[in-house]
């Protein structure tokens, strides 16, 4: 069974940097998408960056394309190292696995529709 676990989150000011990890478990292969969302607006999610399973291609969401960084060290943790960090990056962060190698575009534009396994979120405060 796929088990998602985040940590990392904090508090910091604008500009600052924050890495967040995701330990995984249950995931032996490369046939996961995985990615970071989180939340907006109430309980909607947005994507904000994909990784997919062997690693080598990468997807962002328009907002945080040159400040953040979704990677992999080993087949059990996955990161997202966010610089430059705004007051409007604040949220809950979500760790979040795809039965499927590939991650397409669609995914960063359906909020999570698809993923199966979620960890249970970090907070990413950001002051001005």
């Known amino acids: 069974q796929v088990q998602l676990a985040e940590s990392g989150g904090g508090s910091v000011q604008a500009g600052g940097s924050l890495r967040l990890s995701c330990a995984t478990s249950?995931?032996?292969?490369?046939?996961?998408?995985l990615g970071w969302f989180r939340e907006v607006s109430g309980r909607e999610r947005e994507a904000v960056a994909l990784i997919d399973g062997d690693g080598r291609s990468r997807k962002y969401a328009d907002s945080v394309r040159g400040r953040f960084t979704i990677f992999r060290d080993s087949k059990a943790t996955l990161y997202l190292q966010l610089n430059r960090l705004k007051p409007e990056d604040t949220s809950i962060y979500y760790c979040?696995?795809?039965?499927?190698?590939?991650?397409?575009?669609?995914?960063?534009?359906?909020?999570?529709?698809?993923?199966?396994?979620w960890g249970q979120g970090t907070q990413v405060t950001v002051s001005s």
């Open positions: 249950g995931i032996t292969d490369d046939l996961y998408c």
């Open positions: 979040a696995a795809l039965q499927g190698r590939l991650c397409w575009r669609r995914h960063l534009e359906e909020g999570g529709a698809g993923f199966s396994y």
